[in-house]
Structure formats: structure tokens, C-alpha cells
């Protein structure tokens, strides 16, 4: 079974600074894919970043970067340069590859952004 | 491009009734997904379709149920509502099961 942990209560971060969200998960599969997705308050769920458990380098994207140690078994989502907008739940989630393609998501951490 | 659509946005019903909720994937896109989304419990995954077929189902049950269609948009369907029924239910759709899965909107299906 497969299990991701978002412990984090909610961050608070100055607009500009960088902020890290947390992620471990315990899977036993070789081969998965871990996710972060973000929620804004209207609800629907935009993907943001992919890091693949045989990908030699962290994976970016924009202001987001997966800073993905695999031997800890965690997938940190870093933001840069916060923006208001950022402001929004985030969920971490993984898939391991085969027959069974759904996603497992952790709870959450919420995250504001201060002018 | 389309995202993708999921219809109605706002859905409410009373205990016993049944409710089907509508989504249409991405252009291209064969694997659709639904998710429930209920306050406290985070997100569940519910069923999984690709090319017609159901592939996989989390551990709901059989009162949720669904379908493809050969246009590959999906209908959930929900028998014999229950008050705990009243979450947030999420679409995704990928374009194989092996790619990241992009979301719709959301039904809110309130049970009263």
C-alpha cells in the first residue's frame, strides 16, 4: 500500500521569499511518480510538478522546484519568490506505475502568502 | 484547449435519491478518474476508466458506480444518497494511465 504524510500545519510566507512544503511516502513499488497539485480556494486541483522515482535530477518547473531524496522517501515542493496568488491548499501525491493508476494524496498543507 | 468540464457545478439532493455527475476529458485524452473530495477526509480515490473499460475502483461501495462513453466522457453515478455522501467530486483525465492527470472543476454534491 501506498502512503504520503503531509504534517505540516498551515505556512505562512513573506510575499518574494521562498517557501518549502513537505512531503514523505512509503511505497515498497521501485517504480512511481510523485505529484504536487495546487487547490485554490474555488476548488479545482492544477497540477504543478512530476518527479519520477528513476529521474536522475530533481524536476522544475517555473517557480517550482521538487527537491526529491529518495532514500529519505520525501518529495519537498519548493516556491520561489512567493506571489499572492500562490496562496492555496497543496496536496502531494504519488502513483506507482502498473495496473493500479490511481493517485494517493496526503492531506494537505495550506499556504499564505503576506503582502 | 479545453480543460477539462465537469457538469453541474452544484448538485443537491435528499437522502435516498440518486445523483450523476458528468465529466468530459481532455481532447485526446482516454483514462478519466474520479475522485471524492470530503471535508476532513481528503481526497479518495473512487474509480478509474480507460478506453470503456473500468480498470480500477477504491474501496467505496457498489451505490458508486459509473461508465465511459466512446467519447471517452464519463457519468458517475451515486444510488440510495447518504448524508455522508456530500463532498466535492473530482474528474481528472490523463492521456495515458501513465501521465500526470489534469482536473476539472468539481461537482459540490450536497445530500440533504
Known amino acids: 500500500a501506498q502512503k504520503i504524510t503531509q504534517t505540516q500545519p498551515g505556512m505562512f510566507v513573506q510575499e518574494k521569499e521562498a517557501v518549502t512544503l513537505d512531503c514523505t511516502y512509503d511505497t515498497s513499488d521501485p517504480s512511481y511518480g510523485l505529484f504536487w497539485y495546487k487547490q485554490p480556494s474555488s476548488g479545482e486541483m492544477i497540477f504543478l510538478i512530476y518527479?519520477?522515482?528513476?529521474?536522475?535530477q530533481n524536476a522544475t518547473e517555473g517557480r517550482y522546484s521538487l527537491n526529491f531524496q529518495k532514500a529519505r522517501k520525501s518529495a519537498n515542493l519548493v516556491i520561489s519568490a512567493s506571489q499572492l496568488g500562490d496562496s492555496a491548499m497543496y496536496f502531494c501525491a504519488m502513483r506507482v506505475t502498473g495496473a493500479n493508476s490511481k493517485l494517493t494524496f496526503g492531506k494537505g498543507i495550506t499556504l499564505s502568502v503576506r503582502p | 484547449e479545453a480543460g477539462v468540464t465537469q457538469s453541474p457545478t452544484h448538485l443537491i439532493k435528499t437522502r435516498g435519491q440518486q445523483a450523476t455527475l458528468r465529466c468530459s476529458p481532455i481532447s485526446g485524452h482516454t483514462s478519466v478518474y474520479w475522485y471524492q473530495q470530503a471535508l476532513g477526509l481528503g481526497l479518495q480515490f473512487l474509480l478509474w476508466?480507460?478506453?470503456?473499460?473500468?480498470?480500477n475502483r477504491g474501496n467505496f461501495p457498489p451505490r458508486f458506480s459509473g461508465r465511459q462513453f466512446p467519447n471517452y466522457s464519463s457519468e458517475l453515478n451515486v444510488n440510495a444518497l447518504e448524508l455522508e455522501d456530500s463532498a466535492l467530486y473530482l474528474c481528472?483525465?490523463?492521456?495515458?494511465?501513465?501521465?500526470?492527470?489534469?482536473f476539472g472543476p468539481g461537482t459540490r454534491l450536497t445530500v440533504l
Open positions: 518527479q519520477g522515482s528513476y529521474d536522475q
Open positions: 476508466y480507460d478506453e470503456g473499460e473500468e480498470r
Open positions: 481528472a483525465s490523463s492521456w495515458t494511465a501513465y501521465n500526470e492527470q489534469f
